[in-house]
């Protein structure tokens, strides 16, 4: 049976179902337990399991090492970080130690733990809390970043990354929680590490993460009418990228614009580019265009942060550009 | 210790305006003029007025994101209209609409604005104690005599954030190497949704400095009077280099965490409990029982401030919004960052 339900309400009903079926799941953070989360994400959890839901005082670093520890034991840990920019405070924990522990240990223990981030802009919350923070984890080896555009996505995802052994930053763009998709009633999981061919097309690859996916799909309909066949592809796990997928969907069409939101010195979208660039060169009919962020921090001001954040526009540009190279 | 007539009546103006700029924000965050996140500090003016009226100009301030008060109070007259059309997102803004309500500094005024990273300032304003302490052992230029006092660090906190690694880092430094700095612990129960006893052991915060020899008080942080003196003592401390003292001033917050959050955590009846304790009935009360104002001497002042108010929040309507391509200015000192 599938509903619709909200994003925030998609990855709410993962937690219930995963927890119920695992009993080494448990959730902490701040404000997560009592109050159910201070985006309302991990409610009910607490008045079902008073033992397995922890509120923790305002200490990043500790909630993490915590995590790290019990991890090694064999429990599950869900962290929630409220804002993803918060990963700054216990960026040892997660770079220095999670991402290590099964190196360390020879493969004989890992860091499985999810650290739920609440991620992006949008907000007018300015440059401390509408970050995204997908860069600033992708250089690190042992890490996993999964980031969901959708609330089917959502759950699927958030399942698959509690089971998933290694240490997963789990982005939650604070701009979906109240977007609402058809999700099956019953627990499901959705591969890691595989990219989603979102929809087929000839001429174009556009490879969109979060909420950039809307902008993606947009896109797509507005250029069908100028006779642009544009396939997206949407990451899903955005590190480590699932190479074969985009690759192959870039040799089919031979032109690539990556949309993505966080600024574009060194964000995925410069990865993406040259993975393409370093294998495929041969096949491509025009230089690779990214649409992003500009390389400045987020301001407060209403029309400022949206100056900031990618614009429709560029994309439409961006497509035209590859189109008539 | 008891203020002089004239200091109380212009203490309760401060928190009369605090309160009466709180109240509008609340009022134009609540009908969407103005964005983002708004934390209010209604119940919790006199910790607020009281720290700044206890330090001089010249002494920094590292308020905390609920501290709409101590930046309002620590701006000059004319500019604090400025830091209400900051939390509009104009181009008036002290900070042109780059920060808003969470971010409002003012480097003239030795405001050096709150982080949103909890406990971030609580490490940064080891620096600006350091910086006189710096001066004075170099004998450098306008330090050179001995009897010069240091500039004092004020750093508020609240009860939540004393849960960050970086606090202790800080009290651990700054009892080292005697920094002229007073940690102000807003302790008003509550971080988001959680009691300060749910995340610390211990019953009474203040304890917490014992651990490191930093001096520690708690005292009544609604009672103006309180606030003064404990704070003009600390300061003097540290401006003659005997080091840092920590303050946990006993206090509400009124609303809930963020403008617009219901506060069901709360147990029923706390939150009226408190209101009894209200920081300007209370001093209110002095002013009339002990120093003989009259009920229409207050309403003048109230009336004055109010004046004052509709003029900042007249100011902030009218202020354009900051020009979207001016977003690019200021990420570096030396060089432009290329817009649209
Ligand atoms: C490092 C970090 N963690 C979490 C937050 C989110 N957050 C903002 S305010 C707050 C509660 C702060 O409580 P407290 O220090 O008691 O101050 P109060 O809000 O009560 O004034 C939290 C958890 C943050 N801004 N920074």
Redesign the interface.
Known sequence: MTRKISFSGAINEALHQEMERDETVFILG??VA??GG?FGITKGIWLKWPHRAY????????ILGLCNGAAVCGLKPVAELM?A??V??CYDQLVNNAAKLCYMYDGQASAQIVVRAVTGGG???????SQCIEPWLMNIPGLVIVAPSNAYEAKGLLVSAIRNPNPVVFLEHKLLYNTKAEVPEELYDIELYKAKVVKEGTDITMVAAMTMMAFAEKAAKELEKEGISVEIVNPLTIFPLDKETIVDSVAKTGRLVVVQEGPKVMGYAAEIGAMVVEDIFEYLKAPIRRVTS????V??????????LP?YD?VIKACHEVMTF | MALTKDRLWKVYRDMVLIRRFEEEVEKYAQNGTIPGFIHLSIGQEAAQAGVVEALKQTDYKFPDHRGHGAIVLSSPEERRKNCMSEIFAKETGINHGRGGSMHVNDLDARNMGFNGIQGSTVVTCLGTAFDSYYRKANKMEGWESDDRDLDVTAVFMGDGTLGEGTCHESMNMAATWKLPIIYCLINNQYAISTHYTESHPQKQLATWGEGYEVPSFTVDGNDIEAVIEVVEKAAERARKGEGPTLIEFMTYRWQGHFSGDPAAYRPDGELEAWKEKCPLVLAKKKLMEVHGYSEEELDALHAEVEEEIQGYVKFSLESPSPKAEDAVKFVYMDREVEGR
């Open positions: 701040e404000d009592k109050m201070d509120d923790t005082a305002l200490s990043e670093q500790a804002f920019d918060f700054g405070v907000i007018r919350c300015a440059y401390h809390h500009l390389d400045v921090p301001p407060f001001a209403p029309v400022q942060e949206d100056y900031v614009q560029e």
